[in-house]
């Protein structure tokens, strides 16, 4: 059950519905798919795109479908042997009126039956325990004296609105409505404030629910006698213009209106990286926990469900817990994998009871195949003259998370320091010893320096290896920062030394200060590297991707093949992923890109061209202007423009798919996340217009710069067709289960969310899979060759290697992965494995730096000579290969010839038989 033997990422919203994906259910089964991979399927905010910021997670969403709809499209995909895995997302809901569960939180604030639901720190001294509702466009203050706040009576109550937004009163603030009107309250509406009297003294929230339940009841009857309904309009008249009771009724709420800046400085509630608009649940509590996955369990039981996809892992309290109930409540046939970004050699807790993670790995391994190692130094020569100076990544990530912390996490740090105070951890006398600004800058450096996400450590002691790496992290701060060590030895004696000796009281404090930590570690790194860092840090953007590492440059084909045999051993059914909803730049963009590491000379003369042939374009401005250098864009962001535009810019002979609005709004992403030149909170519109102005112009084709761009787009775009038929290849037959994200089985040359979301023209391709190939395989793959930049050859290949794979669905999944050496004149530019379960193997065989080789015209990249170059087989290997894309056959002899099986097309599938 749980090899799912390959998976498809549909992202359903309004504009994709059931509906929409019901009739292409047929088109996925040809094509090969045996498991639909949804994104997030229940009630979220209204027209939300991705389905990440729920507000119901008990119901499906009404703009996607019904459950009988799903029930439908099970049993369809159940006829075909298809089935289904679910994204669900237990660390976070939408902090928006549609959210019931916290809008009655909102209302009746601790006592609210939700209140465990949602992590907030009721306790904090910031606005005194009132949950912050940080989404005013300004103080609430100047809001009240605008006059954008007002109170009205809606759904049997009376809430307060702000604009379209509506939040709940708390019914004390019914007394103050309620007496506002001349001529005071009618002995119908006395009766409803002495309930509403009764209600302040309840303190158990089951009855204070009912009690609140019921004052609204006798309001809603109020509101349908006349007399009584014209005197509470009036009420609310007078209420909304008294600036001293609408002052009053505001400060009467469990929670406080506030300017949505203010999170930058303070907060108390737990948020998704540094999104106000999403409020993170408590999931380690049984309730929550049970409640949350009330849906996804009733629907697994049923069998609709046939796996679980667990978003954002890392945010969670106790990660390692949390799966432990997960597959409990699943069951052990479920699939389970888990949303997870590892950081230079950091391995999936192999403890963990799930099948692996969601790809991000095994798409940073195979980009770094890609990529020549040898070229780094080139890069970043050239990368840091363009500069002016001398960048260090590691430099860089610091300073980013640094800057993340400090500008925009301070509330975050400072609730930390302040629990690390309530918990008593270190001995008062002792803690005197150091100032709080140390002891604050030693958490902050904690966090900063923490290599990875996050760990998982849920008990105290540590583990040995999880106490060497906080360690670790400790030394490393007292190193950069020696006025902090005194403050930093505090923080070690309470989490590595202490709890050796302590009993379980100390250590259970201990354990939840650091998991507390571990909570913002996290964000911490994702907000500075994949939305700072990535952006900013340009020397090769093709690694600034999520699960890469702007660091990273290149993988040699025995470090691939070494981690490689470790994923079969270890997550032979983890996802395979190159497209996800979250990649910054789609897989075949990174396939081109990848292409200039193999002509990293030519490509520096090639940017040095094209800077002056386009220097025209760069706008001049004068020193006091809000424009940084005196010509923009800056170096920095010219040198991104290039790489993006060649990446991204569509094949050769294909319509432009609108691609200057999509590179405008693009790049003003871009400049916003890289925070430079410009922000969200403070964009620099002279600085973008000039930008984007420049950025537009180079598509102009009457320009020199044009005619250079075309040539060398096109020679390009070629070999990266290459790298990203052998990326299929190597997805469909590598320890994995193949991921193909939706409309990527055609080339793929998106940009960021939300332009990697855009429509599928699923009509397109299934025309082409229902037209199928005529002929014999050789003359169809030199067919599809020839008209290569439709994406057709693509799918092909794809519907190939999808069938092959699920006519050996075991082979794949539990079959040995064997390195195979490769010798000959051009040995270092093929990679070659074998797959091997039982009696049957394959062989996979694919070029690498084919660029390299000299070849400068297109036709003959698929027509090089390989000479001698040939595969070495192990003497217990069959004898007779076939190729499984061309239908040609040979003999292992001295080795497999690699010019027999690249003499159509440098890519090879190999079934060996016995006789």
């Given amino acids: 059950m749980k090899n799912l033997v390959s998976t498809y990422r549909i992202q359903f919203h309004r504009g994709f519905t059931f509906l929409d994906f019901e009739p292409i259910i047929p088109y996925l089964d040809k094509l090969g798919v045996r498991t639909i991979y949804a994104s997030p399927i229940v009630e979220a905010v209204p027209g939300s795109l991705h389905g990440y910021d729920s507000v119901n997670p008990q119901q499906i969403s009404p703009e ?21 895995i679910q994204d669900i997302v237990p660390n976070h809901m939408a902090f928006h009126p549609n959210n019931h569960w916290l809008m009655d939180v909102m209302e009746k604030g601790q006592l609210s039956l939700y209140a465990p639901f949602f992590d907030i720190d009721w306790t904090s001294p910031v606005y005194e325990g009132r949950l912050m509702v940080p989404f005013l466009g300004s103080s609430l203050e100047e809001t009240l004296e605008k006059g954008d706040l007002a109170v009205a009576y809606q759904g049997s109550k009376f809430v307060i609105t702000y604009y379209d937004t509506v939040y709940p009163l708390h019914v004390r603030s019914y007394a103050t409505i309620l007496q506002a009107g001349k001529g005071g309250p009618n002995e119908a509406v006395q009766e409803l404030l002495d309930q509403v009297k009764q209600l302040q003294k309840t303190i158990d929230p089951q009855v204070y629910t009912r009690q609140s339940t019921h004052c609204q009841q006798t309001l809603a009857k109020l509101m349908e006698e006349a007399t009584t309904k014209a005197y509470i309009k009036r009420c609310i008249t007078s209420v909304n213009t008294r600036p001293n009771c609408m002052q009053q009724i505001t400060n009467e709420q469990a929670y406080r209106l506030c300017y949505h800046g203010e999170t930058d ?198 583990s040995t290896v999880e106490t060497t790496a906080v360690g670790a992290i400790f030394k490393r701060v007292r190193k950069r920062k020696p006025a902090l060590a005194p403050a930093v030895n505090f923080l070690e004696d309470a989490l590595l030394q202490k709890p050796q000796s302590e009993k379980k009281d100390y250590n259970d ?113 004068t020193p006091g202007q809000d424009l940084p250098d005196e010509a923009s864009p800056d170096p920095n962001d010219e040198y991104f423009i290039y790489q993006t535009l060649l990446g991204a810019y569509p094949m050769p002979d294909q319509d432009e798919d609108d691609f200057p609005d999509r590179l405008t709004e693009y790049l003003q992403k871009a400049m916003r996340e890289a925070k430079r030149n410009s922000t969200y909170d403070a964009p620099n519109e002279r600085y973008e217009e000039a930008t984007i102005a420049f950025a537009t112009q180079l598509l102009d084709k009457k320009r020199p710069f044009w005619d250079s761009f075309q040539a060398f787009h096109q020679r390009i775009a070629d070999f990266g067709i290459i790298n990203s038929l052998v990326q299929v290849v190597l997805k469909c037959t590598c320890p994995g289960l193949p991921d193909i994200y939706q409309g990527c089985e055609g080339w793929d040359l998106s940009l960021v969310d939300p332009d990697n979301r855009r429509p599928v023209d699923f009509d397109l391709r299934q025309r082409w899979l229902n037209k199928g190939m ?68 394959y062989v996979i065989a694919v070029p690498l730096g084919l660029s390299q080789l000299g070849s400068k015209q297109p036709d003959e990249i698929v027509t090089l000579d390989w000479q001698d170059t040939r595969i070495i087989m192990p003497a217990e290997a069959p004898k007779q290969w076939h190729h499984q894309l061309l239908n040609s056959m040979g003999k292992v002899a001295n080795g497999i010839v690699i010019a027999d099986l690249f003499n159509v097309l440098p890519i090879a599938v190999l079934k060996l038989d016995l006789n």
């Fill in 64 to 84: 996607i479908g019904t459950e009988a709809q799903l029930r439908s499209i099970s049993q369809k995909l159940t006829r075909r042997g298809m089935r289904w």
């Fill in 265 to 462: 400085q303070q907060i108390n509630y737990r948020r998704f990286f540094t999104v106000n608009a999403l409020i993170c649940v408590n999931i380690q509590n049984p309730v929550v926990f049970e409640q949350i996955h009330a849906l996804p369990k009733a629907l697994l039981d049923e069998g609709i469900f046939h796996g679980l996809r667990v978003d954002h892992i890392d945010g969670l309290y106790d990660p390692s817990g949390y799966l432990k109930r997960l597959r409990k409540l699943a069951g052990e046939d479920t699939y389970i994998a888990v949303e997870k970004i590892l950081q230079n050699d950091e391995e999936l807790p192999s403890y963990w009871p799930i099948e692996g993670a969601t790809g991000y790995a095994y798409l940073s391994m195979v980009n770094n195949l890609f990529t020549r190692t040898d070229s780094e130094i080139t890069f970043t020569r050239f990368y840091q003259s363009l500069l002016g100076k001398k960048t260090v990544v590691h430099q860089e990530l610091y300073d980013k998370k640094g800057y993340i912390l400090n500008q925009h996490m301070k509330g975050e740090l400072d609730n930390l320091y302040k629990l690390f105070l309530t918990l008593k951890l270190i001995d008062k006398k002792r803690l005197a010893e150091v100032s709080p600004d140390h002891l604050k800058a030693a958490i902050g450096e904690f966090l900063i320096q923490c290599p990875v996400y996050r760990y998982y450590g849920n008990q105290m002691p540590l």
């Fill in 509 to 621: 404090k201990a354990l939840r200060f650091y998991q507390r930590c571990m909570q913002f570690t996290g964000p911490l790194m994702a907000k500075g590297v994949e939305d700072t860092l990535m952006y900013t840090y340009n020397r090769f953007i093709g690694h600034d991707e999520v699960g890469d590492s702007p660091d990273y440059f290149g993988l040699t084909v025995d470090t691939f093949h070494q981690k490689m045999s470790g994923r079969q051993a270890h997550w032979p059914l983890a996802l395979n992923a190159t497209s996800t909803h979250d990649t910054k730049r789609g897989e075949d963009v990174r396939s081109r890109l990848n292409v200039l590491t193999d002509l990293a000379d030519e490509w520096v003369s090639v940017v040095q061209e094209w800077q002056q042939l386009n220097v025209d374009l760069k706008q001049n401005t």
């Fill in 774 to 841: 005529q002929g014999d395989a050789e003359t169809i793959w030199r067919e599809l060759w020839k008209t290569r930049y439709n994406a057709h050859i693509k799918l092909w290949l794809v519907h190939t290697l999808l069938t092959e794979r699920n006519q050996h669905p075991d082979l794949f999944a539990n079959g040995n992965y064997i390195p195979l050496l490769v010798e000959g004149r051009y040995k270092k530019h093929v990679l070659a494995f074998a797959r091997q379960y039982k009696q049957t193997w």
